[in-house]
């Protein structure tokens, strides 16, 4: 396992993060942005569904199982590469991971969520992410096509729900929920420097970390177990912020 940062490294990092972030930066806008997002989006999928049936309920199953492969997908294979867009790797790795490492994963203000949640841009950004998937299966079935925004609408939410839980404090009432501790500690694994680009790539359910053999354990809450072959595989701009 690579070292991890000291605490006064870490608290550098933030320090400097946070001064750069805008003046008119409010991390309640954020949060009110998401969730008009979301709703907005449920209501629209919701008004052209309807009743949901149980052959409906079926293939939203499918469906969602669909894209936890392409979160582990795009997680491993996108956003720890310098592929394009350029700034999802940037945000995910230099910013993201910069704030928070294994030691130091969770937040110490409200404000912080800044560096958890999914920038304003990404919304428009996954909206034509998906949109060529739906326009295809809008070919076979509307229907079908309503289900599948209503299955990335709902993952969507719960990946910012669940992520944002993820780095609470320790001190947190929700931290000390079972589901949550098991959580935090399968994502903060991931926030090993040494270990980020090798596994724990799902986060809303780790099923293909499973899969795919990706899954590693962490031993307790401060230290993750480590393994022979473990090694740095970071680069010179993805540790440039720690």
Known sequence: MQPQPSDLTVGAVRARMRAATPP???????????????????????????????RDAGALLGILLFLNLGEYSTHRWTMHRRSF???????????????????????????????VLFPWWALPLLVAGVAPFALLLALFSGRLAWLFLLAVTLYYGLYEILHTLAHLPADHRWAGHPTVQALTLHHRVHHDPALMRRYNFNFVVPLFDRVFGTTFRACSENTPCTTKDTKDTEDTEDREVQ
């Open 24 to 54: 008119r930066y409010s991390w309640r806008r954020h949060v009110a942005l998401i969730v008009a997002f979301v709703a907005a989006a449920l209501m629209t999928v919701m008004s052209q569904l309807g009743s949901i049936s149980l």
């Open 85 to 115: 867009p350029r700034a999802v790797h940037h945000r995910h790795v230099v910013e993201h991971h910069g704030f928070f490492t294994y030691q130091h994963s969770a937040t110490e203000s409200w404000a912080d969520l800044r560096w």
